[in-house]
């Protein structure tokens, strides 16, 4: 028997020996389309590390892209048993959307038709429409009841309207869209500016649509200093950077990334996705509201009936918008364009 020693210096030496394993849950079924893109090939490891249901939750995978990316999705599934990952309990990788979608828990869709050089916002959104229609098919005749749905091929709120009309017995509450990508440069737009972690920034907000039309909000928004929680307006004390260059950079930041990479954003929409499907099903810390595309009920004057980027909080598995906190300037129009007094 190992004496208490050297036990102390196992610890400290390999602490992962002593370290008390969480108790696993069953397994669930997560579908990630467009699996072979770059975001789909930086999210499939972070779903399979826990980093979106958490660390105690196996996962099987369902990876589905089109029959010319078979070779490519292959070659990522190869990948994801290379890499020896616990919490994996399987994978699927199929171009036939009906295998794809059979029972899964979570869909996470990222596939969609990109937006190329020349094209019409109209014409992008009829090839969407017919991507989305199929896919609303499979899901309602396919997946798992409950399934919990977040679309991130853009346009998103476009996208999420399309499955929810073409998919009408799956709970309009169950279908979102990605927000938390604008909300997560918002938080860290303010994390810069002032010089503090990223993590003591909290409650920023991203009103609309993700696209250059998004409002950024900072009027809520606070941070942890070393004199306690304070306002961002009061920290920052520059109304003039919080309404204009802030702003800016945050609706601009994606045409910033692609200037720079020469291709749209992969890792960090990867983490926002994680991000936004950890906080629905596993909830939002007590205090702090996220941002997210989700069904309109009429809040603060939004109309009913389209995706739309509220404030939120979650817990249990479901989404609430954040009431009355800004209803003093928040003005939305008949066409969904935010605006604030």
């Known amino acids: 028997m190992l004496s208490n020693s050297v036990l102390q210096r196992l610890a400290s030496w390999c602490p992962w020996l002593l370290r008390d394993e969480p108790k696993l849950k069953q397994p669930v079924k997560v579908l990630v389309t467009g699996a072979a893109g770059q975001i789909g090939y930086a999210i499939v490891p972070m779903i399979a590390r826990g980093l979106m249901l958490g660390l105690d939750q196996p996962v099987v995978l369902h990876m589905l892209d089109i029959p010319r990316m078979a070779d490519a999705l292959n070659g990522v599934r190869m990948e994801l048993v290379d890499a020896a990952l616990p919490l994996l309990r399987g994978v699927v990788s199929t171009t036939d959307e009906a295998e794809a979608f059979q029972g899964v828990n979570f869909a996470v869709l990222i596939g969609g038709w990109p937006r190329k050089e020349g094209m019409e916002r109209k014409d992008l959104i009829a090839k969407n429409v017919a991507i989305y229609k199929s896919q609303a098919a499979a899901l309602q005749q396919h997946a798992a009841p409950n399934c919990k749905v977040l679309v991130v091929a853009n346009p998103a709120n476009t996208n999420a309207l399309v499955l929810k009309e073409f998919a009408p017995a799956v709970p ?66 520059d109304d003039k950077w919080l309404s204009e260059e802030f702003v800016v950079t945050v609706q601009q930041r994606g045409a910033a990334v692609m200037k720079a990479r020469k291709q749209s954003s992969s890792l ?23 941002s997210m595309g989700v069904y309109s009920d009429g809040s603060y004057g939004v109309p009913d009936g389209i995706f739309y980027s509220f404030p939120v909080t979650c817990e249990k598995g479901e989404w609430s918008i954040v009431q009355g906190e800004f209803l003093l300037f928040c003005q939305v129009d008949s066409n969904g364009s935010t605006t604030f007094s």
């Open 172 to 237: 309009a509450r169950n279908i979102t869209c990605l927000t938390r990508l604008d909300h997560n440069r918002a938080l860290g737009q303010i994390a810069e500016k002032l010089g503090v972690h990223v993590g003591d920034v909290r409650n920023a907000v991203v009103w609309g649509n993700h696209s250059s039309t998004q409002f950024p909000d900072a009027s809520h928004a606070t941070a942890r200093t070393e004199h306690g929680e304070r306002p961002v307006r009061e920290l920052v004390a």
């Open 268 to 290: 960090s929409a990867a983490s926002a996705a994680c991000d936004h499907m950890r906080d629905w099903i596993l909830g939002t810390p007590k205090g702090t509201w996220v």
